[in-house]
């Protein structure tokens, strides 16, 4: 039992999927898993294990933000032991050609946080996917016939940006394909602990266009993203 997870050791299995909405991990569990079990309700951020073709996996809430899935994201790794984190979640468009309800595999995580200032002060650490996670997810895209961008992203403190229209400017320039907020943290902390990462996004809504999904469009495509995931994860 950690501080924030009270599961036993063996609770959770060695891959998890990492929404950051709780009630989304119910979802995911009751949806896709067979028998879950929910493990963990400390302070409602749920999280369940179950089986999907066979294998077991877990699925835990982690919040918004790279504080809050930094807490999660640790105490898998110390006190768990988990070696496949992948998380799921959506993310702002800001390149012209992605589009809403599109899915965007991150092979990189740009941040403005001040976490990895923090951790690594003048050196600008370069967040990045497990490799074999993403060719083995984007494989099995492709042999699903389903279209994904694969690239670098932008990780944000905060959501309510006074958005700087020239920062983002260059950052589109330099082929940032979206914005979330929890993909860097993920990365960097997978690097510390051995284990692999990726963070698997849907587009709900548009810098460019200001579009958003609707909340059925939202469940749909949330939907194929789930097992796309879990058809990678379980082969
Ligand atoms: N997650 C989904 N849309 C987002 C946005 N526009 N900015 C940051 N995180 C997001």
Redesign the pocket.
Known sequence: MSTHINAKLGDIADIVLLPGDPLRAKYIAETFLENPVCYNQVRGMSGFTGTYNGVRVSVQGTGMGMPSLSIYVNELLRFYDVKKLIRV????AMKPHVKIRDIILAQGASTTSNMNNRRFGSVNFAAIADFELLHETYMTAKSNGMKVHVGNILS?DS?YEDYNSNRNAKLVDYNILA???EAAELYTLAAKYDASALCVLTV??S?VTQEETTAEERERTFGEMIKLVLDTVTK
């Open positions: 979640g959506s993310c702002g944000e959501f914005v979330e907020m709900s809504d810098l």
